[in-house]
């Protein structure tokens, strides 16, 4: 007995494979920046409006199963660069504090949610955002000029404690912390116009009536970060003046 062999053209299997439409696209009520997508007269996922011009998404496109995939990786991409952008545009932030943020965000989360009708609480599970988006959500913050360590450390030499003084070791060991490499942190304090001695004055003047005792004191600016022998040339100063 001879195998029966069905044999479609190539417009047929085409329209096999993509087996879905768009039927719907419609703007967010929350968020006017991003639409949602129907697909097949359901709702999908939502969309930024360049996404939807990137993806040539438009009423009546087939679409099959793995271009559905794209579609939705794409709409958490969205999500997730947007909330990353949020928290860069609060104020500056390393690099390694953004990695951290978008590290955190992956994370599944617990939430309780109250029943307006009942007034009961329900706990849920929100899940976090897929890992492998965090290497491309820095590339599109670094492609906008959001990734700048340099900058960050400059910042943060220019404006931490300028009324209160602050060491320079202790300016390294805070950039230091945030991930900033020794080259950035070496050649901004090179540069800036703050002086060591006169950050120690600065602590010296607002703390020495709280430290009676000298020896106390001397203490307190060694944990601050001053060289013991800069303390004692600037105590001697003052308390000769």
């Given amino acids: ?11 047929e299997v085409a ?20 639409v949602n997508v129907y697909i097949d007269d359901k709702y999908y996922c939502s969309l930024d409006i360049s996404q939807v011009v990137d993806l040539g998404i438009k009423i009546g496109r087939k679409l099959n199963s ?11 991409f969205g999500k997730f660069y947007a909330r990353a952008l949020e928290y ?8 390694k504090e953004i990695s951290d943020y978008l590290r955190r965000k992956t994370l599944s989360k617990k939430i309780r949610t109250k029943n307006p009708k009942t007034g009961e609480y329900k706990d849920t599970v929100r899940s976090g955002y897929d890992p492998s988006l965090i290497p491309l959500v820095l590339e599109r913050l670094d492609q906008h000029g959001h990734l700048d360590d340099r900058r960050f450390a400059e910042l943060w030499v220019e404006n931490r404690d300028v009324k209160k003084g602050t060491s320079f070791k202790k300016l390294r060991d805070e950039l230091a912390r945030k991930g900033i ?10 540069s800036n116009m703050r002086n060591e001695r006169e950050e120690l004055r ?19 600016l060694i944990r601050q970060g001053f060289t013991y022998s800069d303390i004692l040339d600037e105590l001697s100063s003052s308390e000769g003046a």
Avoid: W
């Avoid at 007995?1 to 190539?10: A, R």
């Avoid at 860069?88 to 690099?95: A, K």
């Fill in 202 to 220: 600065k602590v010296i003047a607002r703390k020495s009536n709280r430290y009676a005792d000298r020896q106390k004191l001397i203490q307190y």
């Fill in 88 to 95: 860069v545009l609060m104020r500056p932030h390393s690099t």
């Fill in 1 to 11: 007995m001879l195998e029966t062999i069905t044999i479609f053209d190539d417009d």
């Fill in 181 to 190: 490499s020794q080259k950035i942190i070496d050649d901004v304090l090179c």
């Fill in 66 to 76: 793995e271009q559905l995939e794209d579609i939705k990786r794409a709409s958490e």
């Fill in 15 to 34: 329209d096999k494979a993509q087996s879905h439409r768009v039927t719907g696209i419609k703007e967010a009520v929350r968020d006017h920046n991003r």
